[in-house]
């Protein structure tokens, strides 16, 4: 499996039902991440990542090739985390731009897919490859 061909399974799916547990694990196992809203402050991510950050009006998150870059200090000051941070690659969250909830901006080499909610386009998610980060 490829981001394309995530991005297409995930593509027009109704919002809070995004994927399948198989599509997930699939994607897992092929070292892809998608990227897409929940609420008006969630930042969700699905197969090889699975988690989410709070994201209320936009926000960002930073990417290795190891997956998602996780605060494992005390407090938000961190030097560590700050210095690794400035290596990663960011997935910047961009709410309520073009008629959709959500919508994302990376360099991170991606696809695009469509969240729907009540027929209307609610989101447009990205689909990546861990690998595709850059160093």
């Given at each position: 499996m490829d981001a394309n061909e995530a991005a297409t399974k995930l593509d027009g799916s109704e919002?809070?039902?995004?994927?399948?547990r198989e599509l997930f694990a699939a994607m897992k196992e092929a070292g892809l991440v998608a990227v897409f809203g929940a609420s008006d402050d969630l930042m969700e991510f699905r197969g090889a990542e699975n988690d989410e950050i709070g994201a209320y009006n936009g926000g960002r998150a930073y990417f290795?090739?190891?997956?998602?870059?996780?605060?494992?200090?005390?407090?938000?000051?961190?030097?560590?985390?700050?210095?690794?941070?400035?290596?990663a690659a960011v997935v910047n969250a961009v709410w309520d731009e073009g008629g959709l909830s959500w919508s994302y901006r990376t360099e991170i080499p991606h696809e695009t897919f469509t969240v729907y909610e009540d027929g209307e386009p609610?989101?447009?998610?990205?689909?990546?490859?861990?690998?595709d980060v850059p160093d």
């Open positions: 919002y809070r039902e995004e994927g399948s290795t090739r190891k997956g998602l870059l996780r605060n494992e200090c005390e407090d938000d000051d961190c030097p560590y985390h700050a210095k690794a941070r400035k290596a609610y989101c447009r998610g990205i689909v990546f490859a861990l690998s």
